[in-house]
């Protein structure tokens, strides 16, 4: 709520904002303003802020180059994590000079040694003595120019025609590939949910592959809940 977050800011000693690519506008017109209403909550309330390791691009709105240049400008750090994100918050005005560049968060992860991989698998049905091809899918196409959010556009079914047909084409080549990697080569597929939240559902989107797909006692899918951590023991197995 916006109490709690402005009383949770003022008690704060520094405000850290980045997570992802934060700073685009071509899923919706107001990711920009939702997004980057934290950082200004924290320079509106005088606290130092970071803004770290964001990716950024495409802006083209007018509303979100101005923003993303009014706020930035005023935090007391600013870094990216590639080179183009620095090219799109620069074109937006952003002082150039103050933005740096550091590595991705995601790099400094560790598997957490502690997490038992095989009795995970094996708990799933895998036969851990053949090879596993992991699939994390996404839904695709959905992002395009609009006023709405991609979760609120897909849960009021505003997804268009050509868009649902170029997913399903994707979701039928996928099962596809599936099937080819089975019969020939022996493989498992295990499908890894990143994102579980309404209108993502990325372990639905999975289902909907296996269905189509021929081989469908050779797949498997991972239940949500587990952290990045334990995800990327299992990736690394």
């Avoid at 502690?114 to 995970?120: P, Q, Y």
């Amino acid at each position: 709520s916006l109490p709690g977050a402005i009383r949770e800011t003022k008690r704060a000693d520094l405000l850290l904002w980045g997570g992802g690519q934060l700073l685009q506008d071509i899923s919706s017109r107001l990711y920009i303003p939702f997004h980057i209403s934290r950082l200004a909550l924290g320079v509106a309330l005088r606290r130092p802020t970071i803004v770290h390791s964001i990716g950024a691009g495409p802006i083209t709105s007018l509303s979100g180059k101005l923003l993303t240049r009014i706020f930035l400008n005023r935090a007391s750090v600013i870094t990216v994590r590639d080179d183009e994100s620095r090219e799109v918050i620069a074109a937006c005005g952003v002082e150039r000079e103050r933005i740096l560049k550091v590595p991705d968060p995601a790099l400094i992860l560790r598997p957490d040694n502690s997490f038992d991989v095989n009795h995970c698998l094996s708990a799933l049905g895998l036969d851990l003595t053949r090879p596993v091809i992991g699939i994390a899918v996404r839904r695709l196409f959905h992002r395009k120019h609009s006023l709405l959010p991609i979760g609120l556009r897909v849960r009021l079914g505003l997804i268009s025609s050509s868009q649902r047909s170029r997913f399903k084409s994707f979701q039928i080549e996928l099962a596809n590939f599936i099937d080819y990697v089975v019969s020939r080569h022996g493989c498992q597929v295990l499908f890894i949910p990143m994102y579980s939240e309404r209108g993502q559902d990325d372990q639905g989107v999975g289902r909907q592959i296996a269905r189509l797909a021929s081989s469908k006692k050779d797949i498997f899918h991972l239940p949500v809940g587990y952290n990045s951590r334990q995800v990327l023991s299992i990736m690394r197995r």
